[in-house]
Nanobody, 121 residues
Framework: QVQLVESGGGLVQAGGSLRLSCVASGNIFTINTMGWYRQASGKQRELVAVVGEGGSTNYADPVKGRFTVSRDNPNTVNLQMNSLEPEDTAVYYC????????????????WGQGTQVTVSK
């Protein structure tokens, strides 16, 4: 099992910055992907940014050039959010994927409890 705890959400004015952090505990050594998703009120949860094996990153189009995801060590992932817009308002969820290869390949996905980010006009 993997437990994820986020921190760093809050209220910020448009154009401002916030930094989210997530710390994983438990069976962290088989985690191959960590990152962030978000869910705005009345909408489905969507990808924000993830870091895969080898440090490869994937960003959603709306955040490219404004957000930076980093995984400084095996159990921590950060999201630096700059030039925030009201449309970025959402609950942000930390995400981790752990892959097991025995007796067969199985991907297990884990989620944090979420942290609210609110961007005012």
């Amino acid at each position: 099992q993997v437990q994820l705890v986020e921190s760093g959400g809050g209220l910020v004015q448009a154009g401002g910055s916030l930094r989210l952090s997530c710390v994983a505990s438990g069976n962290i050594f088989t985690i191959n992907t960590m990152g962030w998703y978000r869910q705005a009120s009345g909408k489905q949860r969507e990808l924000v940014a993830v870091v895969g094996e080898g440090g490869s990153t994937n960003y959603a189009d709306p955040v490219k050039g404004r957000f930076t995801v980093s995984r400084d060590n095996p159990n921590t992932v950060n999201l630096q959010m700059n030039s925030l817009e009201p449309e970025d308002t959402a609950v942000y969820y930390c995400y981790a994927r752990r892959t097991l290869f025995w007796p067969h390949r199985k991907d297990n996905d884990y989620w944090g409890q979420g942290t609210q980010v609110t961007v005012s006009k």
